[in-house]
C-alpha cells in the first residue's frame, strides 16, 4: 500500500515493479490481473472500482464469485456469491443429488441461493454461508449439532451428510515428464524466462525441456541432438532450442 497507495498508481506502475512488490506471495498471475484491472477501471471507470456484476466479471481476475462478493459486500448488492462453502451448504440443506459443476447443478444453485437471498443484506448473507460452510458444515464430519440451521437441512434429516454434495467423477490425471538442464560456464550460468501465462508465469529457471516419456534429462538432450545432427551440435544446444523463448546468460 505504501509503494502504490491508489488505483492509479497501480494502473501507472510498470509490470516489474509490480511483481517486485508483489515478490515472494506466489501466484504471480494475479499481480499482473490486478495491474491490468486497474488500467480498466482508470480507462473505463474513471478509477473508480465499479459496482455492477457484469463490469466486475469484465475485469481480469474476477470471476462469478469475486464479482458477487465485491457487488453484495462492498457496495450492498443483491448478489448471490457461490463459493466451495457456500455450494456445500446449498446442497446439504436442500439435499442437491445433481452433481454441482455440472451446468444443471449450477443453475439450480444460484437459483437456490437468490431465493433465499433476503433483500438488502446479501452481504451479511452471503458472509454468513461463508462462515458457516467455513466452520460448521466442514466437509468431513459436519458439526450438525450445533448447526444453527440444522433444523432445515435435509441432509441432516436424512443422514446423508457424508454424501453430499455429491461429486462429479475425477478427470484423468495426465502426467508430464520433464527435466532441468543447469548449463554453467565459469561465473554464468543460463536462465529462461517462462511465458507470462500459464503456470509462474514470467518467473526465471533453468532450461526445463517436456519429453514424451519419463527419462533422465541428459539422456533426452543427447537424443534429441543425436535424432536431429543437422539443428544440434550438442546437447547443450538441444537444451537452449527446447526453450527458445527469451534465454539469458546471468553472471555471478
Ligand atoms: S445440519 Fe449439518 S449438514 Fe446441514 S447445514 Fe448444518 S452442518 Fe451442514
Known amino acids: 500500500m505504501a509503494r502504490l497507495p491508489s488505483i492509479r498508481a497501480l494502473a501507472a506502475a510498470s509490470e516489474h515493479t509490480v511483481l517486485k512488490t508483489w515478490e515472494g506471495l506466489g501466484y504471480y498471475s494475479r499481480a499482473r490481473s490486478l495491474r491490468r484491472a486497474a488500467q480498466i477501471i482508470v480507462r473505463d471507470h474513471d478509477g473508480e472500482i465499479p459496482s455492477d456484476v457484469d463490469?466486475?466479471?469484465?475485469?481480469?481476475?474476477?470471476?462469478?464469485?469475486?464479482?458477487?462478493?465485491?457487488?453484495?459486500?462492498?457496495?450492498?448488492?443483491?448478489?448471490?456469491?457461490?463459493?466451495?462453502?457456500?455450494?456445500?451448504?446449498?446442497?446439504?440443506?436442500?439435499n442437491m443429488t445433481t452433481p454441482l459443476d455440472s451446468p444443471l447443478g449450477e443453475s439450480r444453485l444460484r437459483d437456490l441461493s437468490a431465493k433465499n437471498l433476503p433483500k438488502g443484506r446479501a452481504a451479511d448473507f452471503n458472509q454468513a454461508m461463508m462462515d458457516l460452510g467455513a466452520v460448521v458444515c466442514l466437509p468431513r464430519n459436519p458439526r450438525c449439532e450445533t448447526c444453527?440451521?440444522?433444523?432445515?437441512?435435509?441432509?441432516?434429516r436424512t443422514g446423508r451428510q457424508s454424501q453430499l454434495p455429491v461429486r462429479p467423477r475425477k478427470a484423468l490425471r495426465r502426467r508430464i515428464f520433464m527435466g532441468a538442464a543447469v548449463i554453467s560456464r565459469p561465473g554464468e550460468v543460463l536462465l529462461r524466462r517462462r511465458p507470462s501465462n500459464g503456470l509462474l508465469g514470467g518467473m526465471?529457471?533453468?532450461?526445463?525441456?517436456?519429453?514424451?516419456?519419463?527419462?533422465?534429462t541428459w539422456h533426452a538432450l543427447t537424443a534429441t541432438a543425436r535424432a536431429n545432427p543437422r539443428l544440434f551440435r550438442d546437447p547443450y544446444q538441444a537444451a537452449t532450442a527446447s526453450c527458445p523463448d527469451r534465454t539469458r546468460l546471468f553472471s555471478f
Do not use: H, M
Open 55 to 94: 463490469a466486475l466479471r469484465r475485469l481480469p481476475g474476477v470471476g462469478a464469485y469475486t464479482a458477487a462478493a465485491i457487488a453484495s459486500i462492498a457496495f450492498g448488492r443483491d448478489e448471490p456469491a457461490l463459493d466451495g462453502n457456500i455450494r456445500r451448504v446449498l446442497s446439504r440443506v436442500f
Open 148 to 156: 444453527p440451521v440444522g433444523s432445515l437441512c435435509d441432509a441432516k
Open 204 to 216: 526465471w529457471e533453468f532450461p526445463r525441456p517436456r519429453f514424451p516419456v519419463r527419462q533422465g
